[in-house]
């Protein structure tokens, strides 16, 4: 049934720290009967490290904030022209482990990209999706009595060139591409919507 599918809530443009304040808010409050969400929406400029994030892979942040968050992984790049899709999820609910979500997301990434003429794969080393050995999608989460939120971030048409102030995920000399690099034009809000669909499709396919 519909009500029993996460609600998909577009945006826009948001301010980092703010969306996330409210990830935890809604996380926070949230109660056996609480709906599933997922927030599609993009970022001002910003890094994000996380919880157990090494301060050596950030190599000149320059006028760019970085903010310490609460997800697993290293330091990532958030700016314009990325999707970001938060996934606030009740996993006992959906009957999923963190490691069978990881794969739920990265299944519908690549899903997506494929309909665009693009094949990427996952990494059994790394989390996140690589178009051969160039990253275009990653993801990290983090649980709180069984209900996740964060979730991943597809890069779209961006300007890369902050990724080269960092190690991305603390991996060094990682290059990064983007839907754009492959001549693909489409807006960031429809490829949100496209991709919570496929992810729709894989939390409830059996």
Known sequence: MAENKPLIKYLGMTEYGQTWQQMKDFTHQRD???RDEIWITEHS?????????????????????????????????HGPGQLVVYCL?????????????????????????????????ARADAPGVYVGDAKIAALGLRIRKGCC??????NIDMDLSPFQRINPCGFEHLEVTQMSDFNIDIGLQQVGYELAQYFNENLHRG
């Open 32 to 34: 056996a009967l609480t």
């Open 45 to 77: 400029p910003v890094f994000t490290q996380g919880q157990n994030g090494k301060a050596e892979h950030i190599l000149d942040c320059g006028d760019i904030p970085v903010i310490q968050i609460d997800r697993g992984g290293q330091v990532t790049y």
């Open 89 to 121: 999820l009740n996993l006992p609910r959906l009957g999923l482990g963190v490691r069978a979500l990881v794969t739920h997301i990265e299944e519908a990434i690549i899903a997506l990209l494929d309909d665009y003429g693009v094949k990427a794969a």
């Open 149 to 154: 939120y964060h979730g991943l971030s597809l």
